[in-house]
Structure formats: C-alpha cells, structure tokens
C-alpha cells in the first residue's frame, strides 16, 4: 500500500503527459519501489537467526539462577559464535512446556522433568550432566523443636508436618518420595498432607520458620548454604538419600534445524570441555558445583522414567 500511494502521489497531474506513458511510468515506479523495499527490509529480517534460548527449572533464589544462567547464556554464546539467550521461567511445568512448544531451546532440567521433556519433544537429545549428577543425593531436614538427632530412619518422618520443593523436582519430591515409601511411609501422608514449598530455599525457610516440621530438599543446594553460612541454627540435617542420577542439559529439535545438525556434539563438547585450569570456565563450573560436565544419554535416566510412571508423573 505504501508503495502505491507514493507513486500515486509523486506522480504527473492529470494532463501533463499522455495518459499511457503516465499508466506505464507509475507502475514501474511502483515495481522499483516493492523491489527496494524487499531488498532491503524483509529479506534482512527473514535471514536473522533467532537466538539459542536457554532456561532452567526454577528450583532457586531467581537472583542466583540469573547469575548462573547469564554466564552460561555469555560462555555459549562466544564458545559457537551465535547470539544466546537466558529465559527465566516461573515454575517447573512451564519449563517443560516452553520446551515442549520450541519457545526454550536448551533446558538445565532436573531428572523427572527431563524425563518428562523428552517424552514430550520427540527429537530432544540429552547433552550432559555434572560429574555430580551420577551420584546425586537428597538431604532430609527437620527443625530443632522437633527433638529429632541425624538417622537413617525415615519412619519418625511419618508423623511431621512435611514438605517437598517443587511437585516435580526429583530430588525435593520424586526420588525422596520413592525412598519413604520403600521405608514404610506413605508419601502423601502426612497430616494435613504434604506441602509443596515451590524450591529447595524455600523448603530450607518453610523449616527453619516451623511452617513445616521437616522436608527434604537437593543435598547440593543445602551444603552451598551451609557453606555460605545461610542455614539457620534451627535446621537440622536429619537424612542422606541413597544416589540417583539427576541434573542434565536437554536440547530441542527446533535448535538443531536452526543452527545444524553438529549442534548436539558442539555443545556436549563445550560442556565437557570446560576446565578449571581456565578461570572463565571455573566460574561456570563453580557456579554449578561441579569439577567437569560428562556426556550423558537417556538410559541414564530410566529409573526416574520408572518411579516417575510409579507415582503418576509420567505417563
């Protein structure tokens, strides 16, 4: 429309020339202008890469999964030389479902909800995970008031006021659920039952507070507060789960058509290369807790997949 109305405006007045000249002069004015305008508007705009959108499952403060995924989003970006992108997310199922629809292209899942991503994405290609996440561990806590000394009895658990982190973190819900149940405690029975705090911090608040009697929440998390000196004298470290696998990196089949079939191994290269002898990458470990990253593959991942179809979180 615009390139119409220029040449209807720019054009000769009625009169000045013979009527076909004027016809023929206006529709080749008209025809340079829409080829100057796809030349240089629409075809820039359709060349532009999108950008590598990353994100996370939100099981932390947002002001540390900022920091953290930011120098990740910067580490990414200069390592495969494309524009990359952190996309906060507001809770679990959100993560899993901007994955699932393209919106996020590379997610740090937890185990269950990368289990259920990929379920959800067929194409999806797991990435890699810390070194710590072959051998992931939950920590039970409960507050000092309850009189309660470190164990490895879950059953005194049973009668607490209880509270997981998010409905589908595997290590502050999924897995620590499997484990009372093989000790005899119904998982979903706790009185009043079982609160659901949304993240292991805030599990760590709800218990320090009272809210909640006891919880359970990532061992990871727990100790860099405990090192931080942020866990309340309050809280007491009651149990250690038995290891899982947990943590990984799962990539969208939306990125690897944008940016190439290479994707998967350039970034499975780019993580498990990272070293600690390199300071920008030993800030990009640090902030992970991990020495290295490791290659991982789904089989990795069957447990969760099995206890996760167990309690109806998978189907």
């Excluded at 004015?29 to 996370?56: F, K, N, S, T, Y």
């Excluded at 999964?65 to 910067?74: N, P």
């Excluded at 919880?215 to 507060?225: D, I, T, W």
């Excluded at 789904?298 to 206890?307: D, G, T, V």
Aim: aromatic fraction near 8%; include cysteine; charged fraction near 20%.
């Amino acid at each position: 429309m615009r390139s119409a109305a220029a040449a209807r405006s720019g054009g000769p007045g009625p009169g000045s020339v013979p009527r076909p000249f004027a016809y023929r002069a206006r529709t080749v004015i008209a025809l340079l202008l829409a080829a100057v305008l796809a030349g240089c508007g629409a075809a820039p705009a359709a060349d532009r890469q999108e950008p590598l959108r990353i994100g996370a499952v939100p099981d932390q403060d947002p002001e540390v999964l900022q920091r953290l995924h930011g120098t990740v989003a910067d580490s990414l970006s200069e390592a495969l030389g494309v524009d990359v992108e952190y996309v906060p997310v507001t809770d679990y199922a959100a993560a899993v479902s901007l994955f699932r629809t393209g919106d996020l292209d590379l997610v740090w899942f937890g185990g269950l909800t990368g289990v259920q991503a990929r379920l959800q994405t067929p194409g999806s290609v797991p990435i890699a995970q810390r070194d710590v996440d072959a051998d992931f561990h939950s920590v039970f806590v409960v507050n000092e008031a309850t009189g309660l000394a470190p164990s490895d009895d879950l059953a005194p658990l049973a009668d607490l006021r209880f509270t997981y982190g998010s409905e589908t973190s595997t290590s502050g819900r999924l897995m620590p659920a499997w484990f009372l149940a093989e000790q005899g405690v119904d998982p979903a029975g706790f009185p009043g039952g079982p609160g659901f705090s949304g993240s292991h911090d805030a599990t760590l608040a709800l218990v320090a507070s009272g809210s909640y009697q006891a919880g359970v929440l990532n061992e990871q998390v727990f100790e860099a507060r405990k090192a931080a000196g942020e866990i309340p004298p309050s809280v007491v470290r009651y149990a250690r789960s038995p290891a899982y696998s947990d943590y990984h990196w799962l990539l969208g089949p939306d990125a690897v058509e944008r940016f190439g079939d290479d994707l998967p191994q350039r970034l499975t290269d780019h993580f498990t290369g990272l070293s600690a002898d390199d300071p920008a990458d030993a800030e990009v470990l640090d902030l992970f807790g991990a020495e290295s990253f490791v290659p991982t593959e789904a089989a990795n991942y069957e447990q969760i997949e099995q206890i996760g179809r167990d309690l109806g979180l998978v189907n």
